[in-house]
């Protein structure tokens, strides 16, 4: 069983994602409307809607994902949660999606019902498009939530 199959954790989550959009763009921080980072909007979203109590998220560059092929992002996700590998061809609300920029993934978001929630460098959370043109060649994984 997915963990966001049920309408009423999916109504939950589109309510949270929706409150982080306009919280701008800061590496290595998580906090809503103050500033949050791919992965630790992420993290304080699946926090908030209960997944796990915290995140044990390493320290990394900005720019390690330029020269490191090893799936440190991937890695840590399965570490910390329990999910399956389900590709990123047919996403469900809640999946979390994986994008390739340098020699790994780099960039994490979370899919909702045709689009992408994600902090994006200099920009901050946005919720975009499932099907714009610079994030579809860029998908590597998709990741399902399991109860």
């Known amino acids: 069983m997915y963990y966001f199959e049920s309408i ?40 908030e809607i209960g997944i796990k109590e915290k995140f044990k998220i390493e320290r990394y560059a900005p720019d390690w994902h330029l020269h490191n092929t090893n799936e440190k992002l991937l890695n840590g996700i399965f570490e910390q949660l329990k999910v399956e590998d389900v590709g990123y061809e047919n996403p469900i609300s809640g999946d979390v999606i994986l994008f390739h920029f340098g020699k790994a993934s780099s960039h994490a978001a979370v899919y909702f019902d045709g689009y992408i929630y994600q902090a994006i460098n200099g920009i901050g959370v946005q919720k ?20």
Not at 15 to 37: E, N
Not at 130 to 143: A, S
């Open 128 to 147: 975009i498009n499932w099907n714009d043109n610079m994030w579809t060649k860029r998908r590597r994984f998709g990741l399902r939530l399991l109860v």
């Open 8 to 47: 009423q954790k999916q109504y939950e989550l589109k309510q949270i994602l929706d409150s982080w959009i306009g919280t701008p763009y800061r590496h290595w921080c998580g906090v809503k409307g103050q500033g949050a980072d791919c992965i630790h909007f992420v993290a304080r979203v699946f926090e």
